[in-house]
């Protein structure tokens, strides 16, 4: 981690020892992504850059190369036979293989953009997936792939207010039953 404040004189603010060879980094608010080789996806908490430490791992079973982050999803490029895998990391700590997409060759490079994602395959040149399975999150009211505290919020304001988002269970009113199907969803997550 290099602390680039001063882009003339650029300093190491920290490092950490990845249980393989790091071979690429994504970061996502204070979380770091990284590609380990045979060791497969290691998530570092980098929120003080001097005193990283290790939240989770997961081994993706081939050489990982890549790696990008999209909400509570990370997706790896696997180098041998295995494409990309896609991995839930909305309890960074407990990471879960929840896909993945066979392709004819070595991916060298990949990006998402929303619910797409476009892998540089060796030989096979570009290939572009829709990575947009995943099912609907009822409780992100706030649409930004994430279940958290605004959404909480978002739906404890209508609530209060007893506005038609609120009418959780859809019976016409908003009262204490769609506060606790509400409360169901919200911890449930994507």
């Not at 979380?31 to 850059?49: E, H, K």
């Not at 572009?128 to 649409?143: E, F, K, N, R």
Request: overall charge negative; charged content about 15%; some cysteine.
């Amino acid at each position: 981690m290099i602390d680039v404040t001063d882009p003339s004189m650029p300093v190491l603010a920290g490092s950490f020892a990845t249980l393989d060879s790091a071979q690429a980094v994504a970061v996502a608010g204070t979380t770091a992504y990284v590609a380990i080789g045979y060791s497969g996806l290691q998530i570092i908490d980098v929120s003080d850059p001097e005193s990283p430490v290790a939240l989770g791992h997961v081994d993706t079973g081939g050489f990982a190369r890549c790696v990008a982050v999209d909400g509570t999803r990370v997706y790896v490029a696997d180098t041998t036979e295995l494409g990309m895998q896609i991995i839930d990391v909305s309890d960074p700590t407990s990471p879960e293989l929840i896909g993945w997409f066979d392709t004819p060759n070595f991916i060298r490079q990949l990006t998402v953009t929303g619910t797409t994602a476009y892998l540089a395959d060796r030989d096979g040149g570009l290939q572009i997936v829709d990575v947009s399975d995943c099912p609907p999150c009822p409780a992100d009211l706030t649409g930004d792939g994430v279940v958290n505290t605004q959404d909480f919020i978002v739906f404890l304001s209508a609530w209060a207010a007893g506005e038609p988002l609120a009418d959780w269970n859809k019976d016409g009113l908003v009262d204490t039953r769609d506060f606790v199907a509400f409360l169901g969803d919200w911890a449930a997550g994507c």
